[in-house]
Structures are given as C-alpha cells and as structure tokens.
C-alpha cells in the first residue's frame, strides 16, 4: 500500500494571512491619513458617521453664514459712506435755505446764487443715489424699498 504525504507550509500559511491583515490595516490607517478625518466610512461607526457628518453640514452652514454676513457689512459700509457724503450735502443744503429765508440781509443775486448752489447740491444727491452700488445692485435710489398700502 502506497502511502500519501500532504505537503504543507503552515507558517507561509500564517505568514500570508497575517501580511493580508497587515495590508488592510494600513490602507486604513493610510485613508484615514489622507482624508484626515477620524471616521470616513460606516464601518468606522455607523453613528460616529452620522454625527460626523451632521456636524460637517453644520460646519459648512456656519461658514456660508460668516461670509453673508461680511459681505452685508460691505454693503452696509459702502452705503454708510454714501449716506455721510449726502448728510454733509444736506446739512449744507439746510444752511443756504436758511441764509436765503433771511430776507432782511439778503439780495435777490445773494439769493439766487443761493439757489444755484442748492440746485447744484440737489443733483449731486440724485447722482449719489443712483450711482451708489455693491455688486451691480443699487442700494439708495430706492428701488429697494418696501411699499406699504
């Protein structure tokens, strides 16, 4: 009777498995690496993912809100620059109808000099509020405005 004899190599065997496990832990290690998130998949924590995730979207949300908000304080300091500029022409637009009101000390040349310059100032305030824009979108002509009936 012939005999059989198996040939074997149970430390390669061992060998080879514990290369795989080695393998797999460092495509792991390299994904989480490379991602730099300590969760990336389902497998890392199924609710870890979900709050990692919810937390992310938070994040984003918070981000978007900050640049709204320096943007609106753009636009609100490109709009508080106009409106100084044309407080200074009113104010000066105040004190020529107040010289010109005072019909006791002035001449009617003083007075329609007074006039002109007023006219003058009355323009400068319509093309202040027409050309006062942030991106693309005039903001003191009053086409912004909200009608009330």
Sequence with gaps: ????????NVSAIN????????N???RKSLEKLSSGYRINTGADGPADLIISEQLRAQNIGLE??????EE?????GIAEGSLNEMNEILKKLRSLA?????????????????????????????????????S??????????????
């Design 98 to 134: 107040l010289h010109a009101s005072n019909s006791g000390v002035t001449s009617p040349e003083q007075v329609a000099a007074d006039q002109s310059e007023m006219d003058s100032g009355i323009q400068t305030l319509d093309r202040i509020a027409n050309t006062t824009k942030y």
């Design 24 to 26: 797999r832990v460092l």
């Design 64 to 69: 978007r809100a900050v640049r709204n908000t």
């Design 1 to 8: 009777m012939a005999s059989m004899i198996i040939a074997h």
């Design 15 to 22: 060998t080879q498995r514990q290369l795989e496990y080695s």
């Design 136 to 149: 693309d979108q005039l903001l003191l002509n009053g086409a912004k405005g909200i009608v009330y009936d």
């Design 72 to 76: 609106a304080v753009n636009v609100i």
